[in-house]
């Protein structure tokens, strides 16, 4: 008999480190949306035609932020390291500020902080998931996650419309310290959440048991160690690869978006309020998945169908672009697309971090949810230009993106497969 889909349950010895984790990424990705629909408007005030060349510039960017911060996790203790990585973003922000503010080299400033927002909003995150998998179980991931993701989303949401709300009145300045303020908040709540673990409800898979795990130490190792363990390991290296694949979508999907809009819209405070919309449009998508469905799914039939949302409505919407390659259908495809991704794929590709051991869940998750990522976007933005300087248009680059779609659905599937195997061994 088919698995039924049943609500998970917040057992009693968990709510205050859920309410914690949950109130943490809220503020978080609030902060961070806050600042997207500026980095979009700046992209485009950068020049499309360079966004390439701003791609490679963060893929360059991150060689440099990810060791470092592998290094911080090696010697310092999560309870001080992760508010660390915060505070130290905090400061750009501060920075920033005044440099929107002043007006210095309007073009320059759009530029770098399009790069670093593009550092940012990856490596914050994926701190805050790496650490998640440090403090919950694979049994306790598939139960929660869904509902921490849901606090980011409320949080996008709040942050989108703020954004849409107010870059008209205190302008890009003030809404750069209001960013500022939660991400402070954030770091507190970091601070919190490592002095009240959540009570694990089942021993720790042997795979992912180290020493100093439950008390918070130093993960140890070297700032490098992170990116050997992921090619040495088939899991990590499947995990890269999926990643890879969705980055090219991505980046295919928002370059034709950043050339529609550029042409359509030339005021940059109304491109900037009509990102904002679409950003609080998908993340209401996202946050109702989130709430509703991602906790039940992968508790009743696993991480598989989570894992194969993206490369399903990929595939189909590729489809559906090589048929019609029209404005409604770009962008249909793409909300389709994020909301998939935030309200299911992103929790459960999360999920499979718990079960491997401490040092990758902070370095190796790292590296492939920043290096990997941008990598893979600097590349795609490459292939990119060139397909386009070749002329070839919305449906011939949709139909040969199908293959893509149809490699990210065999690893979702083989990931969810192994990560059951490792969980039990």
């Known amino acids: 008999m088919a698995a039924s889909v049943r ?40 020049g499309v035609g360079a966004l390439h060349w701003s791609f490679t510039a963060t893929f360059a960017a991150l060689l440099l932020a990810v060791p470092a911060s592998s290094a911080l996790f090696a010697r310092v203790p999560r ?23 002043a007006g210095a080299s309007p073009v320059w400033t759009a530029r770098v902080f399009f790069v670093w927002l593009s550092v940012f909003n990856l490596l914050v995150v994926a701190v805050f998931w790496g650490f998640m998998a440090d403090l919950f179980t694979a049994e306790q991931a598939r139960r929660l996650f ?22 008209g009145v205190i302008g890009i300045a003030g809404v750069v310290v209001l960013a500022a303020l939660l991400l402070e908040v954030a770091a507190r709540c970091a ?13 720790v898979p042997a795979a992912a048991a180290t020493a100093g795990a439950s008390t918070g130490a130093p993960v140890g190792g070297t700032a490098f160690s992170g990116i050997t363990a992921v090619l040495r390991s088939g899991y990590l290296l499947a995990l890269a690869v999926q990643l890879l694949l969705f980055t090219f979508g991505s980046t295919f999907l928002y370059f034709q978006q950043a050339r529609i809009v550029a042409a359509a819209i030339p005021e940059p405070a109304r491109r900037a309020a009509l990102f904002a919309g679409v950003d609080l449009a998908v993340n209401v998508g996202s946050f109702a998945i989130q709430a509703l469905a991602t906790g039940p799914i992968a508790t009743s039939l696993g991480l598989a169908p989570a894992l194969l949302a993206v490369p399903l409505v990929t595939g189909a919407g590729f489809l559906a672009l090589a048929g019609a390659p029209t404005l409604w259908t770009l962008g249909s495809v793409q909300a389709l697309r994020r909301i998939a ?34 990598g893979g976007d600097a590349l795609a933005a490459w292939v990119q230009s060139g397909l386009a300087a070749l002329g070839l248009q919305l449906r011939e680059l949709a139909l040969a993106g199908l293959p893509l ?15 059951r195997r490792l969980e039990t061994s």
């Open 7 to 46: 609500a998970p349950e917040v057992r009693p010895a968990e709510r205050r480190a859920s309410a914690l984790a949950f109130a943490y990424f809220f503020a978080l990705l609030a902060a961070y949306y806050l600042l997207r629909p500026i980095r979009e408007e700046a992209g485009i005030r950068g």
């Open 79 to 101: 309870a001080r390291a992760v508010p660390v990585v915060y505070r130290f973003f905090l400061l750009h922000l501060a920075l920033f500020a005044v440099a929107f503010s």
């Open 146 to 167: 869904g509902r921490v993701a849901a606090g980011g989303s409320l949080g996008a949401m709040a942050g989108s419309a703020a954004a849409g709300l107010l870059v």
């Open 191 to 203: 601070a919190a959440l490592a002095r009240v673990p959540p009570a694990a409800p089942s021993p």
């Open 341 to 374: 991704h935030y309200g299911l794929e992103r929790p459960a590709r999360d999920a499979l971090f718990t079960v491997v051991p401490r040092e990758q869940k902070y370095k190796s998750k790292a590296f492939i949810d920043t290096v990997v990522y941008r």
């Open 405 to 419: 779609a149809a490699l990210s659905l065999a690893a979702g599937l083989w990931l969810a497969r192994r990560e």
